[in-house]
């Protein structure tokens, strides 16, 4: 559930599609990965009261919902809210070449099962 600023951002990126003549849906509530869908494009709207966009985490959950829309998935960021609002929009190969990764690892419960040896205790 987006909290006040969320809001406030999707709001603000609701209004720019309109002006951009597309015809924006919020999806927000709907957990499918992003805020917006927008034509073809699949937004994810962050919003902060900072003075400069900061770093935003995609979690592999989200990538591995997008699927194949990820060739289409937009990162707006809308920052200083609280004063002039700005808008700084990550196109789809800018959100990925620009991605860093960190490596997290899990053992699926299917493996432990298969591999995982009992011991008596």
């Known amino acids: ?41 699949l937004i994810e709207v962050k919003g902060t009261k900072d003075k400069k966009p900061t770093w935003y985490y995609v979690s592999p959950n989200i990538l591995n919902k997008l699927g194949k829309g990820v060739a289409n998935f ?9 004063n002039k609002p700005k808008l700084k929009i990550m196109e789809p190969d800018d959100v990925f070449k620009s991605m860093k990764a960190e490596a997290q690892f899990y053992i699926p419960h299917s493996a432990i099962s298969k591999y995982g040896k009992d011991v008596d205790l």
């Open 1 to 41: 559930m987006p909290n006040s600023v969320e809001k406030r951002a999707i709001r603000i990126v609701m209004d720019y599609e309109r002006s951009q003549r597309r015809a924006p849906v919020d999806v927000s509530r709907e957990r499918c990965a992003y805020d917006i869908k927008s034509g073809d494009r």
């Open 74 to 82: 937009y990162v707006y960021i809308v920052y200083d809210i609280k």
